[in-house]
């Protein structure tokens, strides 16, 4: 693999677009072709890095080798809202994220996150798959980035050092790791605990130093980050099932010819069945070897969570667009 850092991605930026131009600006031969830079805060092996792979191998082979990915796991140039701006700023080519860091920057991005908009994967995977989807993609476009597909990332849960979440009243006094993101700040405050704004790759140490008490996520992250070593109580309360975003940075879709941007859509396009089948695969052996850790898991009623939520429903639906987002989404319940 090539030895790229943030500071060699940024000496890049202005060159020639592609793998090529990063390269050589790390002081590569230029490669073959054109290589997408992909990055990911998630590790290998993560579902969401294996599909935006086999994104590249479709690409590969469908353009006889011509185009391709070549993908930075593992948050390596940097955490999502660095890696997301220098996306904007074209030194990253496709960049997948949770939809929170993009909660600033795209109003649109916040109604998927809404605590329990969604009533399933079913209801989730529906409304992404069909109108609402498209447009929450569209609306990434006059912000610097192509929506091209949504992922999985099922439902977030509580999880603390402290003590089981059953009631809203466990949240007390705890401080909890949120996103960077409005939204999540005011969510855990309507529950009632003190959010905390905190990147991803930081939260391990902060649960252990006590800088917070707990955090919320879903299975496959709460695993692979190893934060049920540190944080061994898990509540299921499933408040938020937002889905992760590709994204590819404007600048890069703006240079690639029309019949490229159109393989590019199809193969992001072909990558979310497979996704989605890694994702229930992960989720299922996470859930096992949490459980098999001796880590404490509750299932509590989320009516009393759910009863907290209106207010920040209120302060964050605020356009008609988002609120015929809003409407679109709950009629495709097919509960
Ligand atoms: C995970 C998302 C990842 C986020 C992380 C977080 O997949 O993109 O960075 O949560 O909580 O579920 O920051």
């Given at each position: 693999m090539i030895a790229l850092d943030r500071r060699s991605l940024l000496r890049g930026?202005?060159?020639?677009?592609?793998?090529a131009s990063v390269a050589l600006a790390a002081g590569c031969a230029p490669m073959e072709g054109q290589l997408l830079r992909a990055v990911d805060t998630h590790p290998d092996g993560y579902p969401t890095v294996e599909a935006v792979k086999y994104m590249g191998q479709l690409l590969r082979e469908r353009s006889g080798g011509r185009l391709g990915i070549e993908h930075y796991a593992g948050g390596v140039l940097g955490q999502e809202r660095d890696a997301l701006e220098i996306t904007i700023f074209g030194g990253i080519d496709l960049n997948r994220v949770s939809l929170a860091p993009l909660n600033p920057i795209v109003p649109e991005t916040l109604v998927p996150g809404?605590?329990?908009?969604?009533?399933s994967t079913q209801h989730m995977r529906a409304a992404m798959d069909g109108e609402p989807g498209r447009a929450i993609l569209d609306a990434l476009e006059p912000h610097g980035l192509i929506g091209l597909c949504f992922y999985d990332s099922g439902g977030r849960s509580f999880y603390t050092t402290?003590?089981?979440?059953?009631?809203?009243?466990?949240?007390?006094g705890l401080k909890i790791r949120v996103q960077s993101s409005d939204l999540f700040v005011e969510m855990v405050r309507a529950l009632g605990g003190n959010p905390t704004p905190m990147d991803f790759g930081e939260v391990y140490q902060g649960l252990m130093q006590g800088t917070v008490d707990g955090a919320e996520n879903n299975w496959p992250s709460y695993e692979s980050t190893r934060h049920f070593e540190v944080a061994p109580f898990y509540s299921e309360t499933r408040h938020v099932m937002a889905p992760e975003v590709l994204t590819m940075s404007a600048i890069t879709w703006k240079r690639i010819s029309a019949a490229d941007r159109a393989l590019i859509r199809q193969c992001a396009q072909e990558s979310i069945p497979v996704m989605r089948e890694l994702w229930d695969a992960k989720v299922e052996q996470s859930r096992a070897a949490i459980v098999a850790s001796g880590v404490r898991i509750a299932a509590p009623d989320p009516a009393p969570f759910q009863a907290l939520v209106q207010p920040v429903w209120d302060r964050f639906v605020t356009t008609p667009t988002m609120r015929k987002l809003v409407d679109d989404i709950r009629a495709m319940d097919p509960a």
């Amino acid at each position: 693999m090539i030895a790229l850092d943030r500071r060699s991605l940024l000496r890049g930026l202005g060159g020639a677009i592609g793998g090529a131009s990063v390269a050589l600006a790390a002081g590569c031969a230029p490669m073959e072709g054109q290589l997408l830079r992909a990055v990911d805060t998630h590790p290998d092996g993560y579902p969401t890095v294996e599909a935006v792979k086999y994104m590249g191998q479709l690409l590969r082979e469908r353009s006889g080798g011509r185009l391709g990915i070549e993908h930075y796991a593992g948050g390596v140039l940097g955490q999502e809202r660095d890696a997301l701006e220098i996306t904007i700023f074209g030194g990253i080519d496709l960049n997948r994220v949770s939809l929170a860091p993009l909660n600033p920057i795209v109003p649109e991005t916040l109604v998927p996150g809404l605590p329990f908009l969604f009533s399933s994967t079913q209801h989730m995977r529906a409304a992404m798959d069909g109108e609402p989807g498209r447009a929450i993609l569209d609306a990434l476009e006059p912000h610097g980035l192509i929506g091209l597909c949504f992922y999985d990332s099922g439902g977030r849960s509580f999880y603390t050092t402290k003590r089981l979440i059953e009631r809203p009243e466990d949240l007390r006094g705890l401080k909890i790791r949120v996103q960077s993101s409005d939204l999540f700040v005011e969510m855990v405050r309507a529950l009632g605990g003190n959010p905390t704004p905190m990147d991803f790759g930081e939260v391990y140490q902060g649960l252990m130093q006590g800088t917070v008490d707990g955090a919320e996520n879903n299975w496959p992250s709460y695993e692979s980050t190893r934060h049920f070593e540190v944080a061994p109580f898990y509540s299921e309360t499933r408040h938020v099932m937002a889905p992760e975003v590709l994204t590819m940075s404007a600048i890069t879709w703006k240079r690639i010819s029309a019949a490229d941007r159109a393989l590019i859509r199809q193969c992001a396009q072909e990558s979310i069945p497979v996704m989605r089948e890694l994702w229930d695969a992960k989720v299922e052996q996470s859930r096992a070897a949490i459980v098999a850790s001796g880590v404490r898991i509750a299932a509590p009623d989320p009516a009393p969570f759910q009863a907290l939520v209106q207010p920040v429903w209120d302060r964050f639906v605020t356009t008609p667009t988002m609120r015929k987002l809003v409407d679109d989404i709950r009629a495709m319940d097919p509960a």
